[in-house]
């Protein structure tokens, strides 16, 4: 339930932005700093990334891929919505290595890895493969 109430906030948040702003995950707040990786459900969070990264997908306009238009000057003007898909499995690497790199305990990291591990068999499952090479990107 709180992976997708975060969801919906995020979305809500995503209609509001402009064509040229940034891809930027929903603050966090006193309601959402208590939800631990391990007290998530791991299919509702696969189901969660799936639908974010579908939206930010589905916001991508043919126009961008032209001439390489997110790999050169002016890429937030030319490929906004590749911007904020490149920033969202930056950002969600990122997520996955912290996670990993500050549980101390062994056991811990060993259960914390096989949560990850079970969440990219999710992802497969779904057929959502950018979120499974994000998990293993974090994992290699």
């Known amino acids: 339930q709180?992976?997708?109430a975060t969801l919906k906030r995020t979305l809500e948040k995503k209609e509001n932005l402009g064509p040229a702003e940034r891809y930027e995950p929903a603050p966090i707040t006193e309601e959402t700093r208590e939800i631990l990786f391990s007290d998530v459900?791991?299919?509702e969070l696969a189901k969660a990334i799936t639908v974010t990264e579908?939206?930010?997908?589905?916001?991508?306009k043919r126009r961008e891929f032209?001439?390489?238009?997110w790999a050169k000057p002016g890429k937030d003007q030319n490929a906004p919505n590749i911007m904020r898909m490149?920033?969202?499995?930056?950002?969600?690497?990122?997520?996955?290595?912290a996670e990993i790199c500050t549980t101390l305990q062994l056991k811990q990291r060993g259960?914390?890895?096989?949560?990850f591990i079970s969440l990219a068999q999710r992802l497969l499952s779904m057929n959502n493969?950018?979120?499974l090479m994000e998990i293993l990107a974090a994992l290699n």
């Not at 032209?66 to 238009?69: I, P, S, T």
């Not at 920033?87 to 690497?93: E, G, R, V, Y």
């Not at 259960?111 to 949560?115: E, R, V």
């Open 54 to 60: 579908h939206e930010l997908y589905a916001a991508i």
């Open 41 to 43: 459900d791991v299919g």
């Open 129 to 131: 493969f950018n979120g």
């Open 66 to 69: 032209l001439k390489l238009a």
């Open 111 to 115: 259960q914390l890895l096989a949560k």
């Open 2 to 4: 709180n992976a997708v």
């Open 86 to 97: 490149i920033d969202h499995t930056n950002q969600l690497i990122r997520w996955v290595t």
